[in-house]
């Protein structure tokens, strides 16, 4: 017969989520606008910078050029643009994590406090629950 332990820090926090929210938390992290940003802008960058050292003092524009410029406009756009929406999705996301950690406290006393016929001892989860804090659940 094996033996399950649980090891627990009594100091710590513990959440519960309603399906609404693990479905909120889904999409909400889901988002690859942080990604396309990252990647527009490190492409952007260096070909418009290519773009700029490649631009000669009598004006001529070649493939080589107008293609510097033409993507690291475009890449600096895309940027600005998906940066805005990973900077929504990220405030959307700190609300919902938000709402999750201003749910209501209530205390749990982790204590051994009965026997098992094989002489070991078993824990006993004890939700304290006063008046005041059983007002909130309901």
């Excluded at 309603?18 to 990252?38: F, N, R």
């Excluded at 070909?47 to 690291?72: E, R, S």
């Excluded at 209501?104 to 002489?119: C, E, H, R």
Aim: hydrophobic share 45%.
């Amino acid at each position: 017969m094996s033996t399950n332990f649980l090891r627990y820090n009594p100091v710590r926090e513990d959440y519960t989520l309603t399906p609404d929210e693990l479905t909120a938390l889904q999409h909400a992290s889901g988002d690859i606008s942080k990604d396309v940003c990252l990647v527009a802008f490190s492409l952007g960058v260096p070909c418009l910078i290519n773009g700029i050292a490649g631009t000669k003092t009598p004006f001529v524009l070649d493939v080589a050029l107008f293609l510097n410029y033409l993507f690291g406009v475009i890449g600096i756009f895309l940027a600005i643009i998906f940066g805005f929406q990973w900077r929504r999705s990220s405030s959307h996301l700190a609300g919902i994590i938000e709402g999750i950690k201003n749910k209501p406290k209530y205390p749990i006393d982790l204590s051994v406090s009965t026997i098992n016929a094989t002489g070991a001892a078993t824990p006993t989860v004890v939700m304290n629950m006063t008046e005041e804090n059983h007002k909130d659940v309901t």
